[in-house]
Protein backbone atom coordinates (compact mmCIF):
# COMPACT_ATOMS: atom_id res chain seq x y z
CA UNK A 1 0.00 0.00 0.00
CA UNK A 2 0.69 3.70 -0.44
CA UNK A 3 3.16 4.57 2.39
CA UNK A 4 1.67 8.69 2.29
CA UNK A 5 -0.19 9.51 5.14
CA UNK A 6 -4.02 8.97 5.32
CA UNK A 7 -5.24 12.26 5.33
CA UNK A 8 -2.46 13.46 2.33
CA UNK A 9 -3.93 10.19 0.35
CA UNK A 10 -7.87 11.47 1.09
CA UNK A 11 -7.06 15.25 0.44
CA UNK A 12 -5.72 13.76 -3.37
CA UNK A 13 -8.38 11.56 -3.88
CA UNK A 14 -10.83 14.36 -3.19
CA UNK A 15 -9.52 16.90 -5.42
CA UNK A 16 -9.34 14.27 -8.49
CA UNK A 17 -12.94 14.35 -7.75
CA UNK A 18 -13.71 17.59 -7.99
CA UNK A 19 -11.99 18.30 -11.32
CA UNK A 20 -13.15 14.69 -12.31
CA UNK A 21 -16.46 15.51 -11.92
CA UNK A 22 -16.41 19.04 -12.85
CA UNK A 23 -14.49 17.93 -16.12
CA UNK A 24 -16.34 14.62 -16.93
CA UNK A 25 -19.63 15.66 -16.00
CA UNK A 26 -20.92 19.22 -15.61
CA UNK A 27 -18.89 20.52 -18.21
CA UNK A 28 -21.08 18.80 -20.38
CA UNK A 29 -24.41 20.34 -18.44
CA UNK A 30 -22.97 23.43 -19.19
CA UNK A 31 -22.00 23.64 -22.62
CA UNK A 32 -25.30 21.71 -24.21
CA UNK A 33 -26.86 24.98 -25.08
CA UNK A 34 -23.95 26.28 -26.65
CA UNK A 35 -23.34 22.86 -28.48
CA UNK A 36 -26.91 23.24 -29.79
CA UNK A 37 -26.55 26.25 -30.74
CA UNK A 38 -23.51 26.04 -32.90
CA UNK A 39 -24.48 22.37 -34.52
CA UNK A 40 -27.91 22.62 -34.67
CA UNK A 41 -28.35 19.21 -32.74
CA UNK A 42 -31.04 19.57 -30.30
CA UNK A 43 -29.99 19.90 -26.34
CA UNK A 44 -32.26 16.61 -25.99
CA UNK A 45 -30.08 15.05 -28.33
CA UNK A 46 -26.80 16.41 -27.67
CA UNK A 47 -27.38 15.30 -23.71
CA UNK A 48 -29.01 11.91 -24.96
CA UNK A 49 -25.28 11.22 -26.34
CA UNK A 50 -23.80 11.93 -22.98
CA UNK A 51 -26.49 9.74 -21.34
CA UNK A 52 -24.72 6.76 -23.73
CA UNK A 53 -21.38 7.54 -22.02
CA UNK A 54 -22.89 7.23 -18.58
CA UNK A 55 -25.07 4.16 -19.19
CA UNK A 56 -21.79 2.38 -20.35
CA UNK A 57 -19.80 3.61 -16.97
CA UNK A 58 -22.88 2.31 -14.83
CA UNK A 59 -21.89 -1.46 -16.84
CA UNK A 60 -18.08 -0.80 -16.39
CA UNK A 61 -18.55 0.18 -12.98
CA UNK A 62 -19.24 -3.64 -12.05
CA UNK A 63 -15.98 -4.87 -13.34
CA UNK A 64 -14.29 -2.09 -11.89
CA UNK A 65 -15.11 -2.84 -8.47
CA UNK A 66 -13.88 -6.37 -8.38
CA UNK A 67 -10.96 -4.78 -9.98
CA UNK A 68 -10.85 -2.17 -6.93
CA UNK A 69 -11.66 -5.11 -4.70
CA UNK A 70 -8.95 -7.52 -6.08
CA UNK A 71 -5.90 -5.33 -6.84
CA UNK A 72 -6.01 -1.88 -5.49
CA UNK A 73 -7.03 2.29 -7.28
CA UNK A 74 -3.78 3.38 -8.60
CA UNK A 75 -3.46 1.37 -11.98
CA UNK A 76 -7.14 1.46 -12.78
CA UNK A 77 -7.67 5.12 -11.92
CA UNK A 78 -4.65 6.37 -13.60
CA UNK A 79 -5.92 4.81 -16.58
CA UNK A 80 -9.50 6.36 -15.82
CA UNK A 81 -7.56 10.40 -16.56
CA UNK A 82 -6.18 9.00 -19.63
CA UNK A 83 -9.18 7.06 -20.99
CA UNK A 84 -10.82 10.79 -19.92
CA UNK A 85 -8.91 12.83 -21.74
CA UNK A 86 -8.85 10.53 -24.89
CA UNK A 87 -12.76 10.89 -25.03
CA UNK A 88 -13.01 14.82 -24.46
CA UNK A 89 -10.37 15.21 -27.31
CA UNK A 90 -12.71 12.83 -29.79
CA UNK A 91 -15.65 14.61 -28.36
CA UNK A 92 -13.97 18.13 -28.96
CA UNK A 93 -12.90 16.96 -33.02
CA UNK A 94 -16.47 15.25 -33.37
CA UNK A 95 -17.50 15.73 -37.08
CA UNK A 96 -21.28 14.50 -36.75
CA UNK A 97 -23.65 12.80 -33.43
CA UNK A 98 -22.18 9.11 -34.20
CA UNK A 99 -18.76 10.35 -33.03
CA UNK A 100 -19.82 12.75 -30.25
CA UNK A 101 -21.52 10.04 -29.21
CA UNK A 102 -18.85 7.91 -29.38
CA UNK A 103 -15.94 10.35 -27.16
CA UNK A 104 -18.78 10.37 -24.48
CA UNK A 105 -18.71 6.46 -24.13
CA UNK A 106 -14.87 6.58 -23.76
CA UNK A 107 -15.55 9.07 -21.41
CA UNK A 108 -17.93 6.45 -19.62
CA UNK A 109 -15.53 4.31 -19.23
CA UNK A 110 -13.63 6.76 -17.16
CA UNK A 111 -15.62 8.01 -14.78
CA UNK A 112 -16.75 4.09 -14.24
CA UNK A 113 -13.30 4.39 -12.65
CA UNK A 114 -12.68 8.05 -11.57
CA UNK A 115 -15.69 9.44 -10.32
CA UNK A 116 -17.55 8.06 -6.84
CA UNK A 117 -18.53 4.46 -6.75
CA UNK A 118 -14.78 3.91 -7.43
CA UNK A 119 -13.81 6.81 -4.47
CA UNK A 120 -16.45 5.22 -2.46
CA UNK A 121 -14.94 1.44 -2.74
CA UNK A 122 -11.49 3.16 -2.09
CA UNK A 123 -13.01 5.07 1.15
CA UNK A 124 -14.59 1.94 2.05
CA UNK A 125 -11.29 -0.70 1.81
CA UNK A 126 -8.98 1.97 3.00
CA UNK A 127 -11.19 3.34 6.27
CA UNK A 128 -13.17 1.09 7.43
CA UNK A 129 -15.44 1.48 10.22
CA UNK A 130 -14.34 5.53 10.30
CA UNK A 131 -15.09 5.61 6.04
CA UNK A 132 -18.58 7.98 7.38
CA UNK A 133 -16.46 10.81 8.14
CA UNK A 134 -13.71 10.07 5.07
CA UNK A 135 -16.98 9.71 2.49
CA UNK A 136 -18.00 13.06 3.98
CA UNK A 137 -15.12 14.84 3.08
CA UNK A 138 -14.70 13.15 -0.27
CA UNK A 139 -18.28 14.48 -1.14
CA UNK A 140 -17.90 17.75 0.32
CA UNK A 141 -15.13 17.89 -2.38
CA UNK A 142 -16.79 16.71 -5.09
CA UNK A 143 -19.69 18.68 -4.64
CA UNK A 144 -18.19 21.98 -4.96
CA UNK A 145 -17.03 20.52 -8.61
CA UNK A 146 -20.45 22.23 -9.96
CA UNK A 147 -19.59 25.52 -8.08
CA UNK A 148 -15.52 25.63 -8.86
CA UNK A 149 -16.41 24.32 -13.00
CA UNK A 150 -20.03 25.92 -14.26
CA UNK A 151 -18.72 29.44 -14.21
CA UNK A 152 -15.08 28.65 -15.88
CA UNK A 153 -16.90 26.47 -18.78
CA UNK A 154 -19.48 29.73 -19.09
CA UNK A 155 -16.41 31.60 -19.04
CA UNK A 156 -14.62 29.95 -21.94
CA UNK A 157 -17.72 30.10 -23.57
CA UNK A 158 -17.96 33.04 -23.64
CA UNK A 159 -14.60 33.67 -25.12
CA UNK A 160 -14.01 30.12 -27.10
CA UNK A 161 -16.26 27.85 -28.95
CA UNK A 162 -17.22 24.61 -27.23
CA UNK A 163 -14.62 22.78 -29.36
CA UNK A 164 -11.95 24.34 -27.86
CA UNK A 165 -13.04 24.39 -24.52
CA UNK A 166 -13.31 20.78 -24.42
CA UNK A 167 -9.66 20.44 -25.93
CA UNK A 168 -8.37 22.99 -23.09
CA UNK A 169 -10.48 20.70 -20.44
CA UNK A 170 -9.47 17.45 -21.54
CA UNK A 171 -5.68 19.06 -21.28
CA UNK A 172 -6.58 19.83 -17.49
CA UNK A 173 -8.07 16.77 -16.54
CA UNK A 174 -5.02 15.02 -17.78
CA UNK A 175 -2.11 17.25 -16.19
CA UNK A 176 -4.19 17.76 -12.93
CA UNK A 177 -5.57 14.10 -12.13
CA UNK A 178 -3.55 11.45 -13.91
CA UNK A 179 -0.19 12.72 -11.06
CA UNK A 180 -3.00 12.74 -8.45
CA UNK A 181 -4.07 9.42 -9.09
CA UNK A 182 -0.75 7.45 -9.49
CA UNK A 183 1.34 8.93 -6.94
CA UNK A 184 -1.40 9.03 -4.08
CA UNK A 185 -3.00 6.12 -4.44
CA UNK A 186 -2.46 2.56 -2.92
CA UNK A 187 -0.96 0.43 -5.57
CA UNK A 188 -2.33 -2.65 -4.30
CA UNK A 189 -4.26 -3.50 -1.19
CA UNK A 190 -3.20 -5.58 2.10
CA UNK A 191 -4.63 -8.53 2.34
CA UNK A 192 -7.96 -8.72 3.95
CA UNK A 193 -8.48 -10.35 7.16
CA UNK A 194 -10.40 -13.22 7.96
CA UNK A 195 -13.88 -12.71 8.66
CA UNK A 196 -14.26 -12.73 12.45
CA UNK A 197 -17.37 -14.54 14.20
CA UNK A 198 -20.25 -12.64 13.50
CA UNK A 199 -19.09 -11.19 10.55
CA UNK A 200 -21.22 -12.05 7.29
CA UNK A 201 -19.20 -12.68 4.43
CA UNK A 202 -22.30 -12.47 1.62
CA UNK A 203 -22.55 -13.80 -1.68
CA UNK A 204 -23.59 -11.18 -4.07
CA UNK A 205 -26.51 -13.93 -5.92
CA UNK A 206 -28.28 -14.48 -2.49
CA UNK A 207 -27.92 -11.25 -1.54
CA UNK A 208 -29.79 -9.60 -4.77
CA UNK A 209 -32.65 -11.82 -4.61
CA UNK A 210 -33.64 -10.19 -1.06
CA UNK A 211 -36.56 -8.07 -0.43
CA UNK A 212 -34.49 -5.90 1.64
CA UNK A 213 -31.88 -4.88 -1.28
CA UNK A 214 -34.91 -4.74 -4.37
CA UNK A 215 -36.80 -2.19 -1.97
CA UNK A 216 -33.26 -0.41 -1.46
CA UNK A 217 -32.49 -0.61 -5.21
CA UNK A 218 -35.95 1.13 -6.06
CA UNK A 219 -35.80 3.92 -3.31
CA UNK A 220 -32.05 4.72 -4.72
CA UNK A 221 -33.03 4.76 -8.20
CA UNK A 222 -36.80 6.27 -8.36
CA UNK A 223 -34.73 9.09 -5.99
CA UNK A 224 -32.08 9.32 -7.95
CA UNK A 225 -33.68 9.76 -10.96
CA UNK A 226 -35.94 12.63 -10.21
CA UNK A 227 -33.20 14.54 -8.37
CA UNK A 228 -30.88 14.61 -11.10
CA UNK A 229 -33.52 14.65 -13.99
CA UNK A 230 -34.88 18.22 -12.37
CA UNK A 231 -31.65 19.81 -11.12
CA UNK A 232 -28.87 18.75 -14.24
CA UNK A 233 -32.43 20.91 -15.97
CA UNK A 234 -31.77 23.82 -13.63
CA UNK A 235 -30.63 26.11 -16.38
CA UNK A 236 -33.43 25.58 -19.15
CA UNK A 237 -35.77 25.34 -15.86
CA UNK A 238 -34.85 28.89 -14.60
CA UNK A 239 -34.52 30.27 -18.43
CA UNK A 240 -38.25 29.28 -18.51
CA UNK A 241 -39.00 31.25 -15.48
CA UNK A 242 -37.33 34.07 -16.70
CA UNK A 243 -33.91 33.97 -15.93
CA UNK A 244 -30.90 34.83 -18.26
CA UNK A 245 -28.42 32.02 -19.15
CA UNK A 246 -25.44 33.59 -17.38
CA UNK A 247 -28.04 33.80 -14.00
CA UNK A 248 -29.44 30.30 -14.75
CA UNK A 249 -25.04 28.85 -14.93
CA UNK A 250 -24.54 30.82 -11.76
CA UNK A 251 -28.16 29.12 -10.04
CA UNK A 252 -26.33 25.93 -11.07
CA UNK A 253 -23.31 26.82 -9.53
CA UNK A 254 -24.89 27.62 -6.10
CA UNK A 255 -26.31 24.02 -6.75
CA UNK A 256 -23.55 22.55 -5.98
CA UNK A 257 -22.18 24.72 -2.93
CA UNK A 258 -25.95 23.20 -1.43
CA UNK A 259 -24.49 19.98 -2.02
CA UNK A 260 -21.80 20.34 0.50
CA UNK A 261 -24.55 21.93 3.13
CA UNK A 262 -26.47 18.96 2.71
CA UNK A 263 -23.76 16.87 3.22
CA UNK A 264 -22.38 18.21 6.51
CA UNK A 265 -26.09 17.95 7.93
CA UNK A 266 -26.01 14.23 6.68
CA UNK A 267 -22.93 13.95 9.34
CA UNK A 268 -25.18 15.16 12.19
CA UNK A 269 -27.59 12.16 11.89
CA UNK A 270 -26.76 9.97 15.17
CA UNK A 271 -25.06 7.00 14.13
CA UNK A 272 -27.10 4.66 15.80
CA UNK A 273 -30.31 5.41 13.47
CA UNK A 274 -31.83 2.43 11.40
CA UNK A 275 -30.35 2.33 7.81
CA UNK A 276 -33.48 3.36 6.09
CA UNK A 277 -34.24 6.50 8.23
CA UNK A 278 -32.04 9.09 6.18
CA UNK A 279 -33.22 7.63 3.40
CA UNK A 280 -36.71 8.44 4.09
CA UNK A 281 -35.82 11.82 5.34
CA UNK A 282 -33.97 12.72 1.76
CA UNK A 283 -37.03 11.52 0.21
CA UNK A 284 -39.54 13.65 2.06
CA UNK A 285 -37.18 17.13 1.38
CA UNK A 286 -36.72 15.62 -2.32
CA UNK A 287 -40.66 15.53 -3.01
CA UNK A 288 -40.95 19.16 -1.44
CA UNK A 289 -37.93 21.06 -3.22
CA UNK A 290 -38.54 19.53 -6.21
CA UNK A 291 -42.31 20.65 -6.38
CA UNK A 292 -41.09 24.55 -5.46
CA UNK A 293 -38.84 24.42 -7.94
CA UNK A 294 -41.64 23.66 -10.72
CA UNK A 295 -44.57 26.03 -8.71
CA UNK A 296 -42.39 29.00 -8.16
CA UNK A 297 -42.74 31.62 -10.74
CA UNK A 298 -39.92 34.21 -9.07
CA UNK A 299 -38.87 36.21 -8.14
CA UNK A 300 -35.36 34.87 -8.69
CA UNK A 301 -33.05 35.26 -6.06
CA UNK A 302 -35.98 32.94 -4.53
CA UNK A 303 -35.64 30.42 -7.67
CA UNK A 304 -31.93 30.24 -6.58
CA UNK A 305 -32.10 29.70 -3.02
CA UNK A 306 -34.80 26.98 -4.04
CA UNK A 307 -32.09 25.44 -6.23
CA UNK A 308 -29.40 25.28 -3.53
CA UNK A 309 -31.70 24.14 -0.79
CA UNK A 310 -32.73 20.94 -3.54
CA UNK A 311 -28.93 20.87 -3.99
CA UNK A 312 -28.17 20.00 -0.11
CA UNK A 313 -31.06 17.08 -0.94
CA UNK A 314 -28.99 15.74 -3.55
CA UNK A 315 -25.56 15.77 -1.66
CA UNK A 316 -27.22 14.09 0.95
CA UNK A 317 -28.63 11.69 -1.45
CA UNK A 318 -24.94 11.14 -2.68
CA UNK A 319 -24.26 10.15 1.11
CA UNK A 320 -26.83 7.80 1.75
CA UNK A 321 -26.32 6.04 -1.73
CA UNK A 322 -22.74 5.67 -0.98
CA UNK A 323 -23.06 4.48 2.93
CA UNK A 324 -26.26 2.23 2.25
CA UNK A 325 -24.44 -1.13 0.91
CA UNK A 326 -21.72 -0.97 4.16
CA UNK A 327 -24.48 0.79 6.43
CA UNK A 328 -26.42 -2.78 5.47
CA UNK A 329 -24.00 -5.46 4.67
CA UNK A 330 -20.64 -4.05 5.86
CA UNK A 331 -17.47 -3.40 3.93
CA UNK A 332 -16.08 -6.95 3.10
CA UNK A 333 -16.59 -6.85 -0.71
CA UNK A 334 -17.95 -3.93 -0.79
CA UNK A 335 -16.55 -2.52 -3.91
CA UNK A 336 -18.41 -5.84 -5.62
CA UNK A 337 -21.55 -5.60 -4.38
CA UNK A 338 -21.53 -2.00 -4.41
CA UNK A 339 -20.75 -2.26 -8.19
CA UNK A 340 -24.04 -4.60 -8.87
CA UNK A 341 -26.27 -2.15 -6.49
CA UNK A 342 -24.94 1.20 -7.92
CA UNK A 343 -25.28 -0.11 -11.63
CA UNK A 344 -28.87 0.51 -12.24
CA UNK A 345 -28.81 4.30 -10.07
CA UNK A 346 -26.15 5.10 -12.10
CA UNK A 347 -27.41 4.23 -15.65
CA UNK A 348 -31.13 6.21 -14.61
CA UNK A 349 -28.53 9.35 -13.32
CA UNK A 350 -27.05 9.10 -16.77
CA UNK A 351 -30.35 9.58 -18.22
CA UNK A 352 -30.87 12.36 -15.95
CA UNK A 353 -29.53 15.38 -18.41
CA UNK A 354 -31.58 13.73 -21.46
CA UNK A 355 -34.62 12.54 -19.23
CA UNK A 356 -35.45 16.23 -17.92
CA UNK A 357 -35.68 17.36 -21.43
CA UNK A 358 -37.33 14.56 -22.96
CA UNK A 359 -39.95 14.50 -19.99
CA UNK A 360 -40.05 18.76 -20.21
CA UNK A 361 -41.64 17.94 -23.72
CA UNK A 362 -43.98 14.86 -23.17
CA UNK A 363 -45.59 17.27 -20.25
CA UNK A 364 -45.29 20.55 -21.83
CA UNK A 365 -42.53 22.10 -20.14
CA UNK A 366 -39.58 21.91 -17.58
CA UNK A 367 -42.19 23.72 -14.68
CA UNK A 368 -44.55 20.95 -15.59
CA UNK A 369 -41.87 18.23 -15.75
CA UNK A 370 -39.89 19.19 -12.33
CA UNK A 371 -43.50 18.14 -10.77
CA UNK A 372 -43.91 14.98 -12.06
CA UNK A 373 -40.84 13.93 -10.79
CA UNK A 374 -41.37 15.47 -7.11
CA UNK A 375 -44.28 12.63 -7.77
CA UNK A 376 -41.40 9.80 -8.52
CA UNK A 377 -39.80 10.96 -5.48
CA UNK A 378 -42.36 10.01 -3.35
CA UNK A 379 -42.29 6.72 -4.50
CA UNK A 380 -39.03 6.43 -2.63
CA UNK A 381 -40.54 7.60 0.40
CA UNK A 382 -42.94 4.64 0.72
CA UNK A 383 -40.41 2.07 -0.49
CA UNK A 384 -37.40 3.24 2.08
CA UNK A 385 -38.98 2.20 4.86
CA UNK A 386 -38.48 -1.63 4.15
CA UNK A 387 -35.24 -1.44 3.00
Known sequence: MSNRPLGVRLAALSVGQVIS?????????????????????????????????????????IVVGRWLDDRGPRLIMTIGAIVGTLG????????????????????????????????FTVIARRHGDSRRGAMTILTLAGGLASTVFAPIVAGLLGVLDWRATFLILAGVLLVLTLPLHWFFLERIWDPLPAAHEGEAVHKIGALIRTRRFWMLEVSMVTLAAALFSVTLAIIPLYMEKGLTYELAAWAL??????????????????????????????STLAVLL?????????????????????????????????????DRWGTRNYGTINGVFAAPITAVTALGPALGPI?????????????????????????????
Not at 30 to 48: K, M, N, Q, Y
Open 21 to 61: WGILYYALIVAAPAISHETGWSVATVTLCFSGGLIVSAIAG
Open 290 to 326: LGLMGALPGPPWLLIAVGATAGAVRGAQTLVQGSAVA
Open 359 to 387: IAVAVGGYSAMALFMAGLAAVAVITARFS
Open 253 to 282: GLLGAGQVIGRLLYVAVPHGTAPWFPLAVT
Open 88 to 119: LVIVSAAPNLVVFTLGWVVCGLAQSAVLYQAA
